[in-house]
């Protein structure tokens, strides 16, 4: 009875549905594992390269077991070059199957967590296909809101794991905006019942699970923190550039906002620390600022900025070097993101068919 979680493509919310899952399991079986067979970020633990998914559900879920069981192979760079020269697909799958194995005998069952869309692996021999197949998992779809795109991918994946043998026994719809939620549950769930298809959830859009904490960024963009620690769990929800004037600036700072401006616009920091300083309610503040162009303000503007503790980074690239990269970051969640973690598993809790899934395993 082993559960394998794919997606259409990558940031659909595998990761946040494998550890509400694995929660909700919890509270159902008397032990669950879980496994991330292949993996693409990854760090360094005693030597062994640990995906960031694995070692993010094993200590959030106080899960049993080696913590490198739950991440066999980890993909680093260089590696699918080196498997066409000399491709070994037999090591790859004994790694993930012994892996497996040992995880498997501590568990009533295991959730799997895949890699981006079902194609992906297909380099080196290992798509998510191929490895539910190994380990003869049925699969869950993944794949954000909306209605016609859901379940074209859907489909799309789904015949990737059919080529596989792996039976699919429904799909996830997560991210769906909240004023169209009804309408989208409706129509997906027509629609892919009329392929065949279950659906086994609809999960409306968190916007904070989306986006990226502080903390992240100061470590995503390699950044030097030259204040306010205390502020580094905050959620930055959007960027403001700052290359207005201040009073236009003021406009786009709330309590979620992260200023990106060069470290000489003096102007635009003192603007958006006043209501901070000034301790008032309901008047801009910002989650965090980057200062861009590897000059801090003078140290008397530092010593207000201290007091508000809002988290200042300062970088060497300019402003729009800093603002392209933050677009493009994958956000994922943290050990230490309680909040986040909390709501990803009251997210799975109540909008997925938990109890439906371990029957349809069974």
């Given amino acids: 009875m082993n559960l394998y979680v794919g ?41 062994h390269k640990i995906d960031e998914d694995a070692l993010l559900v094993k200590q959030v879920c106080q899960l049993k077991g080696d913590v490198e069981d739950m991440s066999p192979i980890a993909v680093p760079r260089h590696f699918t070059e080196d498997y066409i020269d000399n491709p070994n697909r037999s090591d790859l799958v004994d790694r993930i199957t012994e892996a497996f194995t040992r995880i498997l005998m501590d568990n009533d069952m295991v959730v799997v967590e895949g890699t981006g869309h079902a194609g992906v692996g297909s380099v080196f021999d290992m798509s998510n296909g191929d490895v539910a197949a190994i380990l003869g998992c049925k699969a869950v779809i993944v794949s954000s809101g909306g209605i016609g795109r859901p379940i074209d991918e859907i489909m799309l994946n789904k015949a990737m794991f059919d080529a596989s043998g792996v039976e699919i026994i429904g799909a996830i719809i997560n991210k769906v905006d909240e004023e169209k939620y009804e309408k989208v549950k409706s129509y997906v769930t027509r629609g892919l019942a009329r392929k065949g298809l279950d659906v086994l959830g609809v999960m409306p859009y968190r916007p904070m699970l989306s986006n990226p904490t502080v903390e ?85 503007i530092m010593e207000l900025v201290a007091r508000t503790y809002v988290p200042v980074i300062l970088v060497e690239e300019d402003t729009y070097s800093v603002a392209s990269k933050i677009a493009k970051l994958i956000v994922k969640i943290r050990p230490g993101d309680f909040e986040k973690i909390s709501a990803a598993e009251a997210l799975v809790d109540e909008f997925v068919d938990v109890d439906s899934i371990i029957e349809k395993l069974q």
């Fill in 7 to 47: 997606a259409t493509r990558q940031n659909d919310g595998k990761t946040i549905t494998c550890l509400g899952l694995v929660s909700a399991l919890k509270k159902r079986l008397s032990s669950v594992g879980y496994i991330k067979p292949v993996g693409q970020r990854y760090v360094e633990i005693n030597g």
């Fill in 216 to 300: 992240q960024l100061l470590e995503d963009i390699d950044g030097q923190l030259l204040s306010g620690e205390r502020g580094l769990r905050n959620i930055v929800g959007k960027m403001v550039i700052g290359a207005m004037p201040p009073h236009q600036a003021l406009e786009y700072m709330h309590s979620d906002a992260l200023l990106i401006t060069p470290g000489t616009r003096e102007d635009i920091i003192l603007a958006a620390m006043s209501a901070c300083i000034l301790g008032e309610t309901g008047t801009p503040c910002v989650a965090g600022m980057i200062l861009t162009g590897g000059t801090a303000p003078q140290p008397s």
